[in-house]
């Protein structure tokens, strides 16, 4: 259902009053625009996509599509500007909490198989 989604591409996120909030970019639009809403949740009410048509979009074609969409609006978000660190310091750092718990979930299934192995090879004694 979300597999638009997943792909590369350009957005802005909205408020509850449709006011931008702030604009980028991302090769996984939904997973981007997760990371954000956890971390700036009511601030991420609404949100409108450029969904680039292959997986080789360029840098300079996000960007020009960013760049209209500020051009339609007359101004920079205030995620992109003074409140930059709250919206990208703990998108990043959601990135690293994912990464942290799946090395954790990947590790205690480890150690639940090496358990399972070591009952299994007691029961055969």
Same mark, same amino acid.
């Given at each position: 259902a979300?597999?638009?989604? @997943?792909?590369?591409?350009?957005y ?30 009511s ?14 979009? #360029?840098?300079? @074609?996000?960007? #020009? ?49 090496v358990?399972? #192995? ?8």
């Amino acid at each position: 259902a979300f597999s638009k989604w @997943e792909r590369a591409g350009a957005y802005a996120i909205f408020d509850a009053r449709r006011s931008l909030q702030y604009v980028g970019y991302s090769k996984n639009i939904r997973e981007k625009l997760l990371r954000h809403s956890r971390v700036q949740r009511s601030a991420c009410q609404y949100f409108k996509a450029y969904v680039a048509r292959n997986q080789y979009v #360029t840098p300079d @074609e996000l960007e #020009t599509v960013l760049d209209g969409w500020l051009e339609e609006v007359g101004r920079i978000p205030p995620g992109n500007a003074a409140q930059r660190a709250l919206w990208e310091v703990p998108a990043a750092r959601a990135v690293l909490d994912d990464r942290k718990a799946d090395r954790e979930k990947r590790s205690s299934a480890l150690v639940e198989s090496v358990s399972r #192995t070591r009952a299994r090879q007691e029961r055969l004694e």
